[in-house]
């Protein structure tokens, strides 16, 4: 592969940034400096350092981002923020894009990949992928909203819920409750327990597959995949 196109790949910027790093003689492969944006280089198996400092090369990136709310789950937005503004800016060159949405007002576990692939499996519906919810809510959850969210749901508009389970945690004027789905449909959460008559006032994401959103990563930080995880979420599809 071309060694502008590799440095572009790890987040470097643009060709023409990156071929002026190269003149400038800040690149090295395997210790010699190398002033030529077209020669050829094997990211897999050369060291490729700038300034010094190796390169971070995959050909596909993993990242888990805890989601602040005020965000929206989208590589640009005319309005708002995306997801894309929390990165670093090497990251943010990395052409990302967030695995399914949150909403703007949600937080949590949202993955980030340039791998279209897995995205498309992690989200597909036949896959059932599970995905945890933790929810305040406006109003008492009661068991039969149970059975109701178990036995799947259609709204007055056609559209229609599989089963999903929920936990009520605590219930009273305000509820607490975890809610597990393996679809992703435009507000789902928020429409299953506006049905049962209740209202969404606070949610996070806690789990997809057996991924589970890391109690040290605090609101709008990220970090790789480990190994370990990406095997998990690779299982999973
Ligand atoms: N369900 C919702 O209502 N909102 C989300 O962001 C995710 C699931």
């Not at 060709?15 to 077209?38: F, H, P």
């Not at 198996?45 to 300034?51: L, M, P, R, T």
């Not at 007002?105 to 919810?133: C, F, M, Q, R």
């Not at 975890?178 to 008559?197: P, R």
Request: glycine share 8%; with cysteine; charged share 30%.
């Amino acid at each position: 592969m071309r060694l502008d196109k590799v440095l572009g790949h790890v987040g470097y910027g643009s060709r023409k940034e990156v071929q002026k790093m190269i003149k400038a003689k800040k690149v090295t492969v395997d210790g010699k400096c190398v002033a030529k944006s077209e020669v050829n280089v094997n990211p897999e198996v050369q060291e490729i350092c700038v300034s010094g400092k190796p390169i971070d090369y995959k050909e596909f990136y993993y990242y888990l981002l805890h989601k602040p709310a005020g965000y929206v789950s989208a590589t640009e937005d005319p309005r708002d923020e995306t997801v894309i503004d929390l990165l670093a800016p090497m990251d943010r060159n990395k052409e990302l894009f967030p695995v399914g949405r949150l909403d703007k007002d949600t937080e949590g576990l949202l993955v980030l990949t340039n791998n279209g692939k897995l995205a498309h499996d992690l989200l597909s519906p036949k896959k059932h992928v599970d995905k945890i919810y933790y929810a305040k809510v406006k109003g008492e959850m009661v068991p039969e909203d149970v059975e109701i969210f178990a036995q799947g749901m259609t709204l007055k508009d056609g559209t229609t819920y599989r089963p999903g389970k929920l936990e009520i945690i605590s219930s009273g004027e305000y509820s607490e409750i975890y809610v597990t789905i393996s679809e992703g449909k435009f507000h789902q959460v928020k429409k299953m327990v506006h049905y049962v008559g209740k209202e969404v006032i606070y949610l996070k994401r806690i789990q997809m597959g057996q991924l589970k959103l890391p109690e040290t990563l605090e609101l709008g930080e990220y970090r790789q995949l480990t190994n370990e995880e990406l095997i998990e979420l690779q299982k999973q599809v």
